[in-house]
């Protein structure tokens, strides 16, 4: 049997946590294991109860949530966080990837909208369409970072990201190990100064390589 999403749920108000509760307490591909109303409650919680994703709100007390999700995911790297709110800001979902998310949600989204997008970041894949990845790309742009060329095999792996497999996909379609895959996807990130799929895909699409 596959073993529940261990989820920490993180925002200021009791009401929204409440909402997301009660959505995600019907899943059986879900378990919420903590909450938190802070950015500094979402550190402690993710230490002490190492969740596998993080789903966290923007604009709270004491610590914020890009400020948080930049140290999840520096003291746990393995810790999936998605940023989930209202805001339509495009440079709040760059600042949000800029800090290690794995993804972005909006808080308007029906519930099947938001448990297909949750599943698939906690599979890494990406729901995300074309005109936000590209939209993203246009902003990290702007940092003009040299990039170095990737391989042939590189590029295999990077469409497929860009597609939206997974590691295990990957890896069955190139036969090849998920530990190769993993080894490919640590190599282009460093060629491109990249930190995550999401940004993968949007450099992809920018690029005409899918």
Same mark, same amino acid.
């Given at each position: 049997?596959? +073993? ?20 995600? /307490?019907? +899943? ?7 909450? *938190? ?10 230490? *002490? ?6 789903? !966290?709100?923007?604009? !709270? ?22 940023i989930m709110t209202v805001s339509y800001d495009i440079t709040d979902w760059?600042?949000?990837? @800029?800090?290690? *998310? +794995? ?27 074309? /005109? !936000? *990845?590209?939209?993203?790309? @246009? ?6 970072? &040299?990039e170095q060329t990737l391989s042939a095999r590189e590029q295999d792996v990077?469409?497929?990201? &860009? @597609? ?20 490919? !996807? @640590? ?13 993968? &895909? ?9």
């Open positions: 049997m596959t +073993q529940p999403i261990r989820l920490l749920i993180v925002d200021d108000h009791h009401l929204a946590r409440e909402g997301v509760k009660e959505i995600l /307490e019907c +899943q059986t591909e879900f378990e919420i294991v903590g909450e *938190a109303s802070n950015g500094l409650q979402a550190v402690e919680k993710t230490k *002490a109860l190492m969740p596998d994703l993080v789903l !966290m709100d923007i604009s !709270m007390p004491k610590m914020n949530g890009f400020e948080a999700t930049k140290e999840i995911k520096k003291q746990f790297p393995n810790v999936k966080v998605v760059f600042e949000a990837l @800029k800090r290690g *998310a +794995q993804g972005y949600l909006l808080k308007n989204l029906n519930t099947e909208d938001m448990l297909n997008g949750l599943k698939a970041y906690a599979m890494d894949e990406i729901p995300m369409s074309k /005109e !936000m *990845a590209f939209r993203i790309w @246009k902003e990290f742009k702007k940092d003009g970072q &040299a990077l469409q497929l990201v &860009a @597609k939206g497999h997974s590691n295990k996909e990957i890896s069955k379609v190139l036969n090849i190990s998920e530990n190769t895959v993993k080894t490919h !996807m @640590k190599n282009i990130l460093g060629k491109l100064h990249l930190e995550n799929r999401v940004q993968l &895909a949007s450099y992809a699409y920018d690029n005409g390589i899918v």
